[in-house]
């Protein structure tokens, strides 16, 4: 079946860095395109991070541009977020998802919680 699990979250000090992983499973992975998301405690689930189908073309939220990057390995099925210079307002549970536009179909994954604190 369908498959997305989150991993490397964890708590950090502010100015510290993390990086994400998603692994894809039971899909053409290297048809969808990636995105991360991340939502706050009382807060909108929000876009951070878009990445194409073969990694050509990368897009990121204005709040993270600059201290987040987005990539991919289509071998290993599996997208990545490298967060640096990380702020306390960067904590969330991040999500990635999956979708390809043209069927309409969408995959989440469960989440990893990141915490920015001292």
């Known amino acids: 079946q369908v498959q997305l699990v989150e991993s490397g979250g964890g708590l950090v000090q502010p100015g510290g860095s993390l990086r994400l992983s998603c692994a894809g499973s039971?899909?053409?992975?290297?048809?969808?395109?990636m995105n991360w998301y991340r939502q706050a405690p009382g807060k909108e689930r929000e876009l951070v991070a878009t990445?194409?189908?073969?990694?050509?073309?990368?897009s990121y939220a204005d709040s993270v541009k600059g201290r987040f990057t987005i990539s991919r390995d289509n071998a290993k099925n599996t997208v990545y977020l490298q967060m640096n210079s990380l702020k306390v307002e960067d904590t969330a549970v991040y999500y990635c998802?999956?979708?390809?536009?043209?069927?309409?179909?969408?995959?989440w994954g469960q989440g990893t919680q990141v915490t920015v604190s001292s």
């Open positions: 039971g899909f053409t992975f290297s048809s969808y395109v």
């Open positions: 998802k999956a979708i390809r536009m043209v069927f309409g179909y969408t995959y």
């Open positions: 990445i194409t189908s073969a990694g050509g073309s990368t």
